[in-house]
Nanobody, 118 residues
Framework: QVQLVESGGGLVQYGGSLRLSCLAS????????MGWYRQAPGKQRELVAT??????TNYADSVKGRFAISSPNKNTMYLQMNSLKPEDTAVYYCKFNAQSGARVGDYWGQGTQVTVSS
Protein backbone atom coordinates (compact mmCIF):
# COMPACT_ATOMS: atom_id res chain seq x y z
CA GLN A 1 0.00 0.00 0.00
CA VAL A 2 1.40 3.38 -1.02
CA GLN A 3 0.96 6.29 1.36
CA LEU A 4 1.81 9.91 0.55
CA VAL A 5 2.66 12.56 3.10
CA GLU A 6 2.94 16.24 2.26
CA SER A 7 4.91 18.77 4.26
CA GLY A 8 6.25 22.27 3.95
CA GLY A 9 3.07 24.30 4.06
CA GLY A 10 2.62 27.30 6.29
CA LEU A 11 1.96 31.00 6.49
CA VAL A 12 3.97 33.27 4.23
CA GLN A 13 3.75 36.89 3.18
CA TYR A 14 2.93 38.12 -0.31
CA GLY A 15 5.94 37.60 -2.55
CA GLY A 16 7.44 34.94 -0.34
CA SER A 17 8.45 31.37 -1.09
CA LEU A 18 7.70 27.90 0.18
CA ARG A 19 8.79 24.43 -0.86
CA LEU A 20 6.32 21.60 -0.52
CA SER A 21 7.46 18.02 -0.25
CA CYS A 22 5.59 14.81 -0.94
CA LEU A 23 7.14 11.60 0.32
CA ALA A 24 5.80 8.19 -0.60
CA SER A 25 6.11 5.08 1.50
CA UNK A 26 5.41 1.60 0.25
CA UNK A 27 6.50 -0.23 -2.85
CA UNK A 28 6.20 1.71 -6.10
CA UNK A 29 7.05 -0.21 -9.23
CA UNK A 30 6.38 2.50 -11.77
CA UNK A 31 5.30 6.13 -11.78
CA UNK A 32 3.02 7.27 -14.58
CA UNK A 33 2.51 10.82 -13.42
CA MET A 34 2.86 12.80 -10.21
CA GLY A 35 1.03 15.99 -9.50
CA TRP A 36 0.18 18.80 -7.14
CA TYR A 37 -3.39 19.96 -6.73
CA ARG A 38 -4.94 22.61 -4.54
CA GLN A 39 -8.33 23.42 -3.13
CA ALA A 40 -9.28 26.82 -1.80
CA PRO A 41 -12.31 27.28 0.49
CA GLY A 42 -15.53 27.10 -1.49
CA LYS A 43 -13.76 26.10 -4.68
CA GLN A 44 -13.16 22.88 -6.55
CA ARG A 45 -9.84 21.12 -6.39
CA GLU A 46 -7.64 22.24 -9.27
CA LEU A 47 -4.49 21.06 -10.93
CA VAL A 48 -1.35 23.02 -10.13
CA ALA A 49 1.44 21.06 -11.81
CA THR A 50 2.31 17.59 -13.00
CA UNK A 51 5.47 15.68 -13.82
CA UNK A 52 5.58 12.39 -15.69
CA UNK A 53 7.81 9.43 -14.98
CA UNK A 54 9.88 10.65 -17.91
CA UNK A 55 10.27 14.11 -16.43
CA UNK A 56 7.88 16.12 -18.59
CA THR A 57 6.19 18.91 -16.68
CA ASN A 58 2.95 20.82 -17.03
CA TYR A 59 1.66 23.84 -15.12
CA ALA A 60 -1.57 25.67 -14.62
CA ASP A 61 -1.44 29.07 -16.28
CA SER A 62 -1.88 30.77 -12.93
CA VAL A 63 1.43 29.40 -11.60
CA LYS A 64 3.63 29.32 -14.71
CA GLY A 65 6.91 31.07 -14.11
CA ARG A 66 6.42 31.07 -10.33
CA PHE A 67 6.17 27.39 -9.35
CA ALA A 68 8.48 24.51 -10.21
CA ILE A 69 7.71 20.83 -9.82
CA SER A 70 10.49 18.28 -9.49
CA SER A 71 11.01 14.65 -8.59
CA PRO A 72 14.47 13.27 -7.84
CA ASN A 73 13.17 9.72 -7.49
CA LYS A 74 9.88 7.82 -7.63
CA ASN A 75 9.24 8.26 -3.91
CA THR A 76 9.75 12.02 -3.72
CA MET A 77 8.22 15.10 -5.29
CA TYR A 78 8.65 18.78 -4.61
CA LEU A 79 6.86 21.98 -5.46
CA GLN A 80 8.94 25.12 -5.23
CA MET A 81 6.60 28.09 -4.95
CA ASN A 82 7.98 31.58 -5.46
CA SER A 83 6.36 35.00 -5.71
CA LEU A 84 3.39 33.75 -3.76
CA LYS A 85 0.11 35.62 -3.93
CA PRO A 86 -2.93 35.60 -1.64
CA GLU A 87 -4.84 33.72 -4.34
CA ASP A 88 -2.41 30.83 -3.92
CA THR A 89 -3.90 30.22 -0.48
CA ALA A 90 -5.30 26.69 -0.43
CA VAL A 91 -4.79 23.18 0.83
CA TYR A 92 -2.22 21.55 -1.43
CA TYR A 93 -2.42 17.84 -2.19
CA CYS A 94 0.00 15.54 -3.93
CA LYS A 95 -1.13 12.69 -6.12
CA PHE A 96 0.75 9.82 -7.68
CA ASN A 97 -0.65 7.72 -10.49
CA ALA A 98 1.51 4.68 -10.05
CA GLN A 99 1.80 0.94 -10.12
CA SER A 100 2.25 -0.76 -6.79
CA GLY A 101 2.23 -4.52 -7.08
CA ALA A 102 -0.61 -5.42 -9.42
CA ARG A 103 -2.53 -2.23 -8.75
CA VAL A 104 -2.33 0.82 -10.97
CA GLY A 105 -4.17 3.77 -9.58
CA ASP A 106 -4.21 7.15 -7.90
CA TYR A 107 -2.73 7.74 -4.49
CA TRP A 108 -3.41 10.98 -2.62
CA GLY A 109 -1.80 12.69 0.32
CA GLN A 110 -3.74 14.25 3.17
CA GLY A 111 -2.93 17.84 2.19
CA THR A 112 -0.90 20.69 3.59
CA GLN A 113 -2.21 24.20 4.16
CA VAL A 114 -0.58 27.15 2.41
CA THR A 115 -1.68 30.60 3.48
CA VAL A 116 -0.37 33.75 1.81
CA SER A 117 -1.03 37.02 3.59
CA SER A 118 -1.33 40.30 1.72
Amino acid sequence: QVQLVESGGGLVQYGGSLRLSCLASGSIFRINVMGWYRQAPGKQRELVATITGGGSTNYADSVKGRFAISSPNKNTMYLQMNSLKPEDTAVYYCKFNAQSGARVGDYWGQGTQVTVSS
